[in-house]
């Protein structure tokens, strides 16, 4: 399998995973919050944080590297947090009692859900390097 391929199937399985693991623990501890000074962190922003940081060497490098594969993993988890509570702020007041609502439950599995298809059908897809350079190729 290809470092591309590779990379995109660690995107879908972290997405998915982040996205139960979450689910489970806020569920069972419904009032957890990341709270700093006067301000609530919601997973979205922490989320985007992590896409920020895994996403831009997954742009910019090609390589087969674990280090990418570990960015991989950083990128699905960052993507599923910011998925999952983004129907969630939308169609509620943003409260703890109403992310166990089932529209929150529900937006979040639909958006993980298009995510991972989309992942999923692209990495199928997607073209096995040739090794020939194109003429746009440096």
């Not at 006067?38 to 896409?51: A, V």
């Not at 599923?80 to 929150?104: F, K």
């Not at 599995?109 to 746009?136: E, H």
């Amino acid at each position: 399998m290809n470092g591309n391929k590779k990379r995109a199937y660690l995107i879908a399985a972290s997405l998915v995973l982040t996205f139960i693991l979450l689910r489970i623990f806020l569920h069972l501890s419904p009032n957890t919050n990341l709270e700093i000074g006067p301000y609530q962190i919601h997973h979205l922003f922490t989320g985007l944080l992590l896409i920020i940081f895994a996403g831009i060497p997954l742009v910019l490098f090609n390589c087969d590297d674990r280090l990418l594969d570990f960015a991989s993993i950083l990128f699905g988890m960052g993507l599923s947090m910011a998925l999952d509570e983004w129907v969630y702020l939308i169609v509620t007041d943003g409260s703890d009692s109403a992310y166990l609502l089932p529209v929150s439950f529900w937006g979040g599995t639909l958006l993980v859900g298009l995510v991972f298809v989309y992942i999923i059908v692209l990495s199928l897809y997607s073209r096995k390097p040739t090794g020939n350079k194109s003429k746009y190729h440096d």
